[in-house]
């Protein structure tokens, strides 16, 4: 499941123990949501601080398969919206506060209430949205020009309920794993492609992959 209602994650079978034990951050510089129009979908971009790097809140995990490999995959956690992302859908994904990145991070914090206090819609002076072309649709076609658009834009009053893909994916950064170790995890990046993420331990990681 790529996404997580972060209201319902600790009581979730299936988000309970990583949300106490398994959370990770997860780099972007933005993400994509689309809003229905008379004509077609029109694909909004949101962007935090100007397009700059920042985190969503994630859950990790990992498990068997009946041949007895591992299979490892991750979870976006999502909230209520905020005035930025609320003209276009009734979810958001948690994006974190950098001050909260170390508390997110430590294996020694298990309180599920706490980790959910943490849980919140994004502070909307600091994003942004404009509408981007709608070639952003199609997973073929993977090259700069689907991110153009004019920023700035806001878009129409109106609601619509399409799940958010991601502009541009980054390392996954989990707790749970030693700084010299990595854990493969799935990448979900625009049009829902896949690829590899790796995991590693600290919010000092994040840093210096922002650097």
């Not at 106490?20 to 949501?33: N, Q, S, T, V, W």
């Not at 943490?118 to 991110?147: E, H, I, W």
């Amino acid at each position: 499941m790529i996404n997580a209602r972060s209201e319902t994650a600790s009581t979730k079978p299936a988000f309970r123990d990583p949300l106490k034990f398994r959370r990770c951050l997860i780099p972007a510089d933005g993400f994509y949501e689309w809003m229905r129009t008379a004509k077609a979908k029109q694909p909004y971009c949101f962007e935090v601080n100007g397009g700059e790097l920042f985190a969503f809140a994630g859950l990790w995990d990992r498990w068997k398969d009946p041949t007895g490999d591992w299979i490892k995959t991750c979870s976006i956690l999502t909230t209520t919206p905020n005035a930025v992302t609320c003209n276009v859908h009734d979810r958001m994904p948690v994006i974190l506060d950098p001050e909260g990145y170390d508390l997110w991070l430590d294996p020694g914090m298990r309180d599920a209430t706490a980790a959910s206090e943490l849980l919140k819609p994004y502070d909307a002076r600091m994003m942004r949205c404009f509408p981007v072309s709608r070639r952003v649709n199609q997973v073929g076609n993977d090259d700069a020009t689907t991110g153009l658009g004019r920023r700035g834009t806001a878009p129409p009053r109106r609601y619509c309920n399409f799940p958010f893909t991601f502009l541009q994916m980054y390392p996954v950064l989990a707790h749970g794993l030693s700084d010299s170790s990595s854990t493969l995890l799935p990448n979900f990046t625009r049009s829902s492609k896949v690829g590899p993420l790796f995991a590693l331990a600290s919010a000092a990681a994040l840093s210096r992959a922002m650097a």
